[in-house]
């Protein structure tokens, strides 16, 4: 039962052998928008090739946490430190973070007047210096991975939101990123679209990508999550392994929280 916020113990060994092991940490954190305290002592350390998915109530500081990892959102207290770089005191390699970690949205945030594959690969020529006919090669595998390869002169208004979304993971990839988090990735989603979405989330997680995934959906957190993180109110209430987290919740609000959504 690991019910504490420290990563389960098999992890902690891990640790002593070398901290490159760790992907991300975050200590004693705390953020307020002005005065509203919406992040609350968070403590979380997330180990390379993890999966972790973040549950909890509409407004419990979900998506302010992911987005403090990229600095999205900045934090007022305490550290994140993301690929051995801290976030407050490291501002001006803010840069090499962004590069290392991917992040994809509720509503996919895809430029509309491009094409897929201008969408996939503006960001390697013009954030990376890559040539094109490389970016474009290297565009079109990751469009081959997320499975819409014919997609990729169309418009994104053309294509379904799966489609769409499939589209916003592989703009993520072409950018080699060590992590990828995931906002609701499916939840702006028609019903039958949700599935090829976490179809190719699952298999990014089966190659060992570290994930941080926001979402309320259940079947993907106990087929690929090493853990279930809680969040109410601005605060990490529990963790577990999935089967643990589902079975044998511990806190009453996580047990509301599960009774509604499952
Ligand atoms: P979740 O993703 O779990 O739904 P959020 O992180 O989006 O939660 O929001 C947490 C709380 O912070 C909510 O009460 C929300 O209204 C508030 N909030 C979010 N973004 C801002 C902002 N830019 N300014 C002020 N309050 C915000
Ligand atoms: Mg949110």
Redesign the pocket.
């Known amino acids: 039962m690991t019910t504490t916020m420290e990563a389960p113990a098999a992890d902690r060994n891990k640790m002593t052998v070398s901290d490159t092991d760790v992907a991300i940490e975050i200590r004693d954190m705390n953020k307020w928008y002005g005065d509203f305290h919406v992040l609350r002592d968070i403590d979380l350390k997330v180990m390379r090739g993890e999966r972790i998915v973040i549950a909890g109530p509409s407004g419990s500081g979900?998506?302010t946490l992911i987005r403090c990892i990229n600095r999205l959102e900045e934090h007022q207290q305490g550290d994140i430190i993301v690929d051995g770089i801290e976030l407050t005191s490291d501002i001006k390699r803010i840069d090499e973070v962004r590069r290392e970690v991917g992040m994809v949205f509720q509503h996919f945030n895809l430029f509309p007047h491009l094409t897929v594959l201008q969408n996939l690969t503006l960001a390697p020529i013009w954030v990376r210096g890559t040539p094109k006919a490389e970016a474009e090669a290297s565009a079109m595998k990751y469009l081959e991975r997320v499975k819409i390869p014919e997609q990729a002169n169309k418009f994104p208004g053309q294509l379904s939101g799966g489609q769409q979304q499939r589209v916003a993971i592989a703009r993520s990839l072409c950018m080699n990123p060590k992590i990828m988090l995931f906002?609701?990735p499916t939840s702006a989603l028609d019903p039958e679209m949700i599935k090829e979405v976490l179809d190719v989330m699952v298999q990014l997680a089966q190659d060992g990508m570290t994930m941080i995934c926001?979402t309320h959906e259940m079947g993907f957190a106990r087929q690929v999550a090493n853990r279930v993180i809680f969040m109410d109110q601005g605060q990490i209430i529990e963790q577990n392994e999935p089967e643990a987290f589902f079975s044998n919740p511990q806190h009453e609000r996580t047990k509301l929280f599960l009774s509604q959504i499952l």
């Open positions: 979900k998506s906002d609701e926001v």
